[in-house]
């Protein structure tokens, strides 16, 4: 398929939350690790944007199968007309990953900063000058659900929804909802949020290194 | 200078001048404190944050990350910005040790402890896996790897194995205890082994690569020397303990440090492998003694894997026994030197000839 080059625009400000839904496909069910690919909806179940992760062909499919989350990747949001508007880079780490979020035009916007944490889930949204906007500490029994906090008051939530006992086990197809619970938030900043999700997901939901 | 900050959400940048500490944001924001009404407050969850606040104003608050503008404002005389950076840096320290001491603790428990059960005398050892459990896992195992291993029962040569296995424990007493048993495998590979419960396997390669009968029965000696140590139920009890703090780790750091450990344990059992080798040596050293039978084979059949193992042909050839058996200059000192301790040793003759043996073994 080829893709309009020109840059997209997305408008997040009229939606309090989304749906962020995995694309599953049917070799996941066989054990492969396939490309990742997400569509967002918004409140009524219309897309809104999709996203995919960039690393195609057999060198990705390796990469993703034994490198798992470690691997250094680039995934881009489009809009509904299929038009880049976020693109994420998550460049290779054994620690503390991180996702750099980038707007159409190569603008940073800001990152996603895993920090150090035993029996919970720590990280970090920075803003483009790398000054942390929100923290994330879910703990250990509260799997599903991921608070960001802005001097200690949450300002959105991103929440993984169950999507059957059979997917859980033998596929990556999650659902998250993202609920921009703070109507202050800003363009960017729940940009940041979504491609938050897309972090979580692929950091606490995927599949580890083979 | 200017550090990065935030007023609320609004990006900027925070700057030092004179009196005042100023934010000023790309869209035209300016705020002004004066140092001498500065409050200074340490925040954040997962990072250090810093809030600049105006006491009388408490809802101005400027917010850096940078210790640095809070280390200049104590220097200024700002009543609290020294404890602030104190405070946040013992709150990280703190953190960390409330982690990882806990994890230390499961890592003692579930690693070291059995890594040190697995390297304890063979009288604690006993106790612990009476030598008779050993044996009925020994020989499920066995039967269960049979057929991969190539072994076959009824083989002509095996009497004559047995007959060396039987002359080592009859002069070696304390063997009786294990029972040995040896089995013949029709594999090539040139390789020789013990499994749990006494049972050695000695392979039709390593019969053919013999250069005399005494490499052979030096050979089965280390073995039996891996028996009484009883090495297999050491490394099983080890690899437990890994096993468990790896799934330990697993539940509680995700898998990323779980993977280390896996790649450490690794190497740990590369080295705990080298000093099982060694001491089989000595074992094996000492039965041949005792059996009147000369540790020249032994040292011989080592050397000359060692010295053949410097080409790449050589090592793909004999990879599993060097796999299994590493064969170090340490080693071959260590045997060297035991032989040059050896005064006024007369060798007997073997009960079985390396010619009826390779005879036996090509059947």
């Known amino acids: 398929m080829n893709l309009p080059t020109e840059s997209g625009s997305l408008e997040l400000q009229p939606h309090s939350k989304l749906l962020v839904h995995q694309i599953h496909e049917v070799a996941e069910l066989f054990g492969f690790e396939t490309r990742n690919k997400y569509e967002i909806l918004d409140e009524s179940g219309r897309q809104v944007a999709w996203a995919a992760e960039q690393q195609k062909g057999f060198l990705g499919f390796l990469l993703r199968h034994f490198l798992g989350h470690w691997r250094s990747f680039t995934i881009q949001i489009f809009d509904a007309q299929r038009r880049p508007v976020i693109l994420a880079k998550h460049p290779f780490r054994f620690f503390f990953q991180r996702l750099e979020i980038f707007d159409a035009t190569g603008r940073p916007l800001g990152s996603i900063q895993q920090r150090f944490s035993i029996l919970s889930k720590r990280f970090d949204v920075e803003n483009e000058r790398g000054m942390t906007l929100f923290e994330v500490a879910s703990p250990i029994w509260r799997i599903w659900t991921f608070t960001f906090l802005h001097a200690g008051r949450p300002v959105a939530t991103v929440a993984k929804k169950w999507t059957g006992a059979l997917f859980e086990l033998f596929t990556d197809k999650d659902k998250f909802l993202v609920d921009f619970s703070e109507g202050g938030l800003s363009e960017s900043e729940r940009k940041l949020i979504l491609a938050a999700a897309l972090f979580i997901d692929l950091q606490y939901f995927e599949r580890k290194a083979n | 200078m200017k550090w990065p900050a935030l007023y609320g959400r609004q990006s900027g940048e925070l700057e030092i001048t004179g009196q005042t500490v100023r934010f000023q944001s790309e869209n035209g924001m300016d705020i002004e404190i004066q140092i001498r009404e500065l409050m200074i407050e340490t925040g954040g969850t997962n990072s250090n944050l810093y809030y600049l606040r105006d006491r009388y104003q408490p809802s101005l608050s400027i917010t850096v990350q940078d210790p640095a503008p809070i280390k200049i404002l104590a220097r200024k005389g700002v009543a609290n910005a020294g404890s602030a950076v104190g405070k946040a840096r013992w709150k990280l320290s703190f953190r960390f040790l409330r982690w990882v001491l806990p994890v230390a603790v499961v890592l003692a428990v579930f690693f070291l402890l059995p890594y040190v059960l697995s390297a304890l005398p063979s009288s604690w050892m006993d106790v612990l896996v009476p030598p008779q459990y050993e044996r009925v896992a020994g020989i499920k195992i066995f039967e269960l790897y049979k057929p991969s291993l190539h072994v076959s029962e009824n083989h002509p040569v095996q009497p004559k194995l047995q007959a060396i296995v039987d002359h080592l424990v009859e002069r070696n007493p304390q063997l009786k205890a294990h029972s040995p048993k040896i089995y013949f495998s029709s594999s090539e590979a040139v390789n ?172």
Do not use: W
Request: neutral net charge.
């Open chain 2, 192 to 363: 020789a082994f013990a499994l749990a419960g006494g049972i050695i396997v000695c392979n039709r390669g390593l019969i053919q690569k013999a250069g005399s009968i005494n490499e052979v029965i030096g050979v089965i000696g280390h073995e039996l020397g891996h028996v009484e140590e009883r090495h297999v139920t050491r490394s099983l009890v080890s690899s437990l303990g890994i096993a468990g703090a790896y799934l330990v780790l697993s539940v509680f750091t995700g898998s990323d440090l779980a993977t280390l450990l896996g790649q450490a344990s690794n190497l740990l059992g590369l080295k705990y492998s080298r000093t099982q080798e060694a001491s089989a040596d000595d074992r094996g050293f000492e039965y041949l003694v005792r059996s009147k039978i000369s540790p020249l084979g032994m040292r011989d059949f080592f050397k000359r894997l060692h010295d053949e193992s410097r080409s790449t042909a050589a090592i793909e050839k004999h990879l599993s026994f060097l796999s299994s058996h590493p064969v170090h200059e340490e080693r071959l000192y260590r045997i060297a030197y035991r032989l040059g301790q050896l005064k006024g040793f007369e060798p007997e003759a073997a009960p079985v000839s390396l010619a009826e043996l390779k005879v036996l073994a090509d059947q």
